[in-house]
């Protein structure tokens, strides 16, 4: 196909209103009533140049940021599936606690007290359309250069290929869309996982080699395209590439060892607390963030990042009282308190605990190896614990309470609810964003972290893992260690869970922790590597959601990973926690989402499979392959 470069162009905007003065300068003729094409959108006039397709793909963008944003945002979903957190909402019933009955392709998936899997599913579908119609046009348009049309086609790539990734470890085997559609379309086939990964590979490295260095925050940079093309890599077990890639990343976009911002001066704070404040994410030599959300007020609607209402325990619920059993918290202040401390909202956030941290992540991965971690619980800045907290009720002093002022005590006879909700501890330095339009103090505007350097040095050490390489593999995560104030890791102190528990570490409200679990559980089956975290335990693919049927609620040691891992460590699902709306559950084939119902039932003409374990798998078919050399459903389209 011809490619069109220009040296002298003209953007839609700038025809949109040169449009306007004409009609301006000619408005004694009656030929200005006449409707002017080029004055309404369409996709034919928007995508004429780089400008216009710069402009879809900030749709695509929008779309990202939709996944951190809003109280109950999609990513507590991540979190709340994995071994990090769970369901913390224990006021009705409903929300993901028992996942033998809650988690169910005819649920409501889509729900902010509920769960947000189907908004995975929809929202990766709509940004991959979104993708779809730059890379079906990409030269329908006129560029400067070829590089010019190579990073606008190379960010289309990306974000195809950064829904794809999701969707394939969040449900597996899922319908493939490479082309724009502009009509009805009921006829859908499901692809075989590992050939959609194999696909969306070249796009990856198409867009690693294109797409600029330097880019405006929120948009996609070529270190964002490279731990895309990391991930993907290591899903297919592309250890070299994955190390190579990570390499070059880590040397151009180097940690944050040294603090900075304008907060460094601030007491009881560190440099965990500058690397994640909102100034960090807006400072243009923070050479660690590699790929951001970005947040401005009033845009996009009124969501914002709510970390705090979301991440924090529920301390103004009213259960939590005093020892002689007085309501000990307030959002308000005692109009005579001076101790900027005692306002609980303004220095905490007015949290209601809808993502609990389990004690995996609160304790056990903070051992006298992290004494000194500035991440971790050891760390009185960092981190705060419900005994960290102050009796504030103005009630109180108004009383004479003896209790006014003093630090929490847990209540004896605390409900289970008010415990799951309201008593935990969290990593205050992350969750922490200040919100100065809202009475209610639940986490305001911030750019948000998509992919961070530690991240890469991380994932280069689980390549060196897979292949075997545990020196090399201690090596690079000791850099992130490091910085963080944590002893070093010798070559016998790694496995698979020293790398997941040092991601925890680093990554918690960061990383999709559900899909990076998933991924390592379809590692092992593929490779057959013996777990060593499990005796030696070996996976296997051809079991990996379980043996299905009806009423597939199976609960044994040594089908995937995923299952084994997240009920060793969620004191939730091991220790079978319930409290009056539930007991918390999990089944081997949560390994895998179910597929929304209404998708399958809607798409008439084709089969959309549904995942082994839940209802409607009985009517699968064989997945089909993405071909390498055609499209499924573009101009040079081959049946797979």
Same mark, same amino acid.
């Given at each position: ?50 400008? +216009? ?62 769960? %947000? ?9 709509? +940004? ?118 990570? %390499? ?18 601030? $007491? ?42 979301? +991440? ?40 209601? +605990? ?192 379980? $043996? ?45 989402? $179910? ?34 050399? %055609? ?10």
């Amino acid at each position: 196909m011809k490619r069109k470069y220009r040296k002298n162009k003209i953007s839609v905007t700038a025809i949109v209103l040169l449009t306007g003065i004409i009609l301006t300068t000619y408005s004694c003729s009656e030929s200005w009533l006449e409707p002017k094409p080029l004055s309404f959108y369409t996709p034919e006039n928007a995508y004429t140049d780089a400008a +216009g397709f710069y402009s879809a793909i900030t749709t695509c963008e929008r779309n990202m940021r939709h996944e951190y944003f809003g109280d109950g945002a999609p990513i507590l979903t991540e979190m709340i599936l994995s071994d990090v957190a769970v369901e913390g909402t224990t006021d009705k019933a409903g929300p993901q606690m028992d996942l033998d009955v809650s988690l169910l392709p005819d649920a409501n998936l889509n729900n902010t007290d509920r769960t %947000k899997v189907g908004w995975y599913w929809y929202e990766g579908y709509k +940004g991959i359309k979104y993708a779809n119609v730059v890379i079906a046009r990409i030269d329908d348009a006129e560029y400067t250069s070829e590089a010019e049309r190579n990073a606008v086609l190379g960010s289309a790539y990306f974000h195809r290929a950064y829904r794809y990734n999701k969707l394939v470890h969040q449900f597996g085997d899922v319908p493939y869309l490479d082309w724009e559609i502009n009509a009805p379309k009921y006829d859908f086939y499901t692809y075989d996982r590992w050939s959609i990964l194999e696909k969306i590979l070249p796009d990856l490295e198409f867009a690693y080699k294109w797409v600029p260095a330097k880019v405006d925050r929120g948009r996609t940079s070529k270190a964002a395209a490279g731990v895309l093309l990391m991930k993907v890599c290591m899903a297919l077990g592309e250890w070299d590439r994955a190390i190579e890639v990570g %390499k070059e990343i880590v040397a151009a976009n180097p940690l944050m060892t040294e603090r900075f911002t304008v907060n460094q001066n601030k $007491p009881n704070t560190n440099l965990m607390f500058d690397l994640h404040s909102i100034e960090a994410k807006l400072d243009m030599s923070n050479s660690e963030g590699l790929m951001y959300v970005v947040s401005y007020p009033e845009v996009d609607g009124s969501a914002r990042i709510a970390t705090m209402r979301n +991440g924090v325990p529920f301390w103004n619920s009213g259960n939590v009282k005093t020892p002689d059993g007085k309501v000990g918290t307030s959002q308000n202040v005692h109009k005579d308190e001076t101790d900027p401390e005692m306002d609980l909202n303004a220095s905490y956030g007015r949290g209601i +605990g809808r993502v609990r941290a389990t004690w995996y992540y609160t304790n056990m991965i903070w051992t006298d190896k992290e004494l000194n971690d500035m991440r971790g619980i050891h760390n009185r800045d960092s981190w705060r614990r419900m005994e960290d907290l102050r009796y504030n009720n103005p009630s109180l002093k108004n009383e004479g309470n003896e209790w006014y002022g003093k630090n929490f005590v847990k209540p004896v006879a605390m409900s289970p609810e008010d415990t799951i909700r309201c008593w935990y501890s969290w990593p205050h330095y992350k969750l922490f964003v200040p919100d100065p339009l809202n009475s209610q103090k639940q986490g305001g505007e911030t750019p948000w972290y998509i992919y961070r350097t530690a991240e890469v040095y991380l994932m280069i050490a689980e390549s060196y893992y897979w292949k075997n390489d545990l020196a090399s593999a201690a090596q690079y995560m000791n850099v992130v260690r490091t910085r963080a104030g944590a002893d070093p890791l010798t070559a016998s102190d790694v496995n698979i869970g020293a790398i997941l528990d040092e991601r925890a570490r680093e990554l918690y409200y960061e990383e999709n922790r559900k899909s990076e679990i998933t991924r390592i559980a379809y590692t092992f089956a593929k490779t057959g590597k013996p777990c060593e975290v499990f005796g030696g335990r070996v996976y296997k693919l051809d079991n990996f959601s379980g $043996p299905g049927g009806i009423g597939a609620n199976v609960k044994q040691d040594g089908i995937n990973f995923y299952y084994d891992w997240v009920t060793a460590k969620s004191n939730f699902y091991n220790k079978g926690v319930k409290h009056k709306w539930a007991e918390y559950k999990i089944s081997v084939h949560h390994v895998l989402w $179910p597929v929304p119902a209404n998708a399958i039932n809607s798409n008439t003409g084709g089969v959309i499979n549904q995942n082994i374990g839940y209802p409607g798998a009985e009517n699968n078919i064989e997945p089909k392959i993405v071909p390498k050399d %055609k499209t499924v459903l573009g101009p040079d389209a081959k049946e797979g």
